[in-house]
């Protein structure tokens, strides 16, 4: 007789229960997921973006269109996902091989290399300089736009690169070095440029006693030959991972700039070592280190003395940038609610459906349209500026009054998109963690918010010829809004008696003034909420306190496609 199973045996015994099985017990099934939104990649942001589109025509580049599209439809996928593993396996230095030998090298995850092999192909760095051409600019301005909204810390290396190009056009010795910055390929390799068809440059600028003071800058610069050697340090010392850098050093005759290599011709590194990586708030996937100069070989860029003439154009270009990096922050953090909003369902609605969240959403959208289209509007004047004085005019006092405002609003806008979707907007498998670590950053580059404030000053005072086309600009859409003229008669007057006390004031209303002028030279739909909101005063402090009884519809159907 076989013997029998420990379960028959026990429910043989007479004092023992039956145990239950499997089919008598509730289900522990937990995991159920709903009411919860799609994955919100891939996604086309070229064409779910209907702003941007517009200010490209707009703005002259619709030549370009084909190729913003390509990247719209590629920076919505594999770049928008890159971009997490970029910024999850940050940069690491190795100051040293294996054999003690000193070798000052960073090293990237593949997915930061992918990210700069696909910007510098599509020309997010240096379009216009090998593609010359009416628009060019605009054009690089969109693509960068795209570029960052799924990757912000590659952003860095392409503008460096991308705005160094026009300085070093200037040296005839230095030509090889800009054609190879504006040229569409990417060589991470860490070897002469005669060896790579392209290549990128960084920036070393700001030293620990000067920050944005940099005629109190240490480091100096010793003729020898026709080049200079370079002794001292920088506290900032951008993207180090470069081919050359943009250094500023004290010459005999005063404040120069100068190229610095990181390999010299024959192949050895040049004299500098880098001492640490930054451990930074954000911009995670950018290495940015510390370095000191022992020796650096490096040629110099400009006259002696006017380092900082020699590099005001690669700043406005730069300045440009974050704004342009600051608007996709915007873009990125409002499709991210928008979507959500769509798709999650709370009190038996849509979110999207509350009146008060449409409020918050609309707010947001058209804080990022009046960043967006005033960054383009900014582009066709650098664009334009070679050959039209007044463009180029203001190209300069609008790039300084627009990277203090748009800039500053970046943190508080990512935040109030993170609210929309409430805890799942504060994890980092969202993207927005990252973007409001991000945030703050270009407010802070290329001069904090001070400097830009008081550049507008300055200019204004001592620049012939900018107050005039700061005025050419806001009356081009005077009769429009009523709201708008009353705002633009009091700006008028406080542009002419407003002391560096009140300069953030004056600024603050400057960029509103042009962000309106765009709007509604262009007749958007969105201009006379913004005017009304922004400019009239009818709305409070916080994101989300539009008027009650604003139509949101047409605010909100231009931000997100149905």
């Known amino acids: ?289 510390e370095v000191e100069f022992t020796g650096a070989h490096a040629w110099r860029v400009g006259e002696e003395g006017r380092g900082v003439a020699t590099i005001i154009e690669m700043v406005m270009l730069t300045r440009l940038d974050c704004m342009l990096g600051s608007a996709a922050e915007m873009r990125m953090a409002l499709a991210q609610a928008l979507h959500h909003a769509h798709h999650r369902r709370a009190f038996g609605k849509p979110l999207v459906a509350h009146a008060l969240m449409r409020n918050v959403l609309a707010d947001l959208a058209l804080e990022a349209e009046a960043a967006l289209v005033f960054a383009l509007r900014v582009a066709r004047a650098v664009d334009a500026a070679p050959h039209d004085a007044g463009e180029a005019a203001f190209a300069r006092i609008a790039t300084a009054a627009g990277k203090y405002w748009i800039c500053k609003r970046a943190p508080a806008f990512v935040n109030e998109a993170q609210e929309c979707l409430g805890g799942a907007g504060y994890v980092e498998e969202s993207i927005l963690p990252r973007l409001y670590r991000q945030a703050p950053l270009n407010s802070i580059w290329e001069g904090s918010g001070n400097i830009q404030c008081l550049d507008v000053l300055r200019a204004l005072a001592r620049e012939p010829g900018v107050l005039g086309v700061v005025d050419r600009e806001l009356a081009s859409a005077a009769g429009t809004d009523a709201a708008y003229d009353a705002f633009v008669d009091r700006l008028r007057a406080a542009l002419a008696a407003t002391g560096e006390a009140g300069a953030r004031r004056l600024v603050e209303r400057l960029a509103l003034a042009l962000q309106a002028a765009v709007l509604l030279r262009a007749g958007s739909p969105v201009a006379p909420l913004f005017v009304r909101s922004r400019l009239a005063g009818e709305h409070g402090l916080a994101f989300g306190t539009l008027p009650e009884d604003a139509d949101v519809e047409p605010v909100l159907a231009r931000a997100w496609p149905a």
């Not at 239950?20 to 996604?43: G, I």
């Not at 736009?145 to 290396?157: D, N, V």
């Not at 005669?194 to 990128?200: E, L, P, V, Y």
């Open 1 to 289: 007789m076989p013997a029998a199973g420990a379960a028959e045996l026990r429910e043989n015994r007479p004092d023992a229960q039956r145990e239950p099985v499997m089919d008598d017990l509730p289900s522990f099934e937990t995991h159920r997921v709903d009411n919860q939104p799609p994955p919100f990649e891939p996604r086309d942001l070229w064409a779910d973006d209907l702003a941007l589109r517009e200010a490209v025509a707009r703005e002259g580049a619709s030549a370009f269109a084909s190729r913003l599209a390509a990247y719209g439809a590629l920076a919505g996928d594999e770049l928008y996902r890159l971009g997490f593993d970029a910024n999850r396996d940050r940069p690491r230095l190795r100051t040293h091989d294996r054999h003690g030998r000193r070798i000052d090298t960073v090293e990237f995850h593949p997915a930061y290399h992918r990210l700069m092999e696909a910007a510098k192909a599509h020309g997010v760095a240096g379009l216009p300089w090998h593609e010359p051409g009416p628009g060019a600019h605009v054009a690089r301005a969109a693509l960068s736009y795209l570029h960052h909204q799924a990757e912000a810390g590659t952003s860095c290396p392409l503008t460096m690169t991308h705005a160094a190009v026009p300085v070093l056009q200037r040296e005839p010795r230095l030509a090889h070095w800009a054609a190879k910055a504006a040229a569409p390929h990417y060589d991470p390799r860490d070897i002469p440029i005669a060896d790579k068809a392209g290549i990128t440059l960084g920036m070393g600028m700001t030293e620990k006693q000067g920050g944005s003071d940099v005629r109190a800058n240490t480091t100096t610069a010793t003729p020898r030959g026709d080049a200079y050697a370079l002794v001292g340090h920088k506290w900032f010392f951008s993207a180090p991972m470069c081919d050359g850098f943009l250094v500023l050093a004290q010459a005999p005759a005063g404040l120069s700039c100068f190229l610095m290599p990181r390999r010299l011709d024959d192949g050895d590194r040049n004299a500098f070592r880098l001492m640490r990586l930054k451990d930074k708030l954000g911009d995670g996937s950018n290495a940015s280190s």
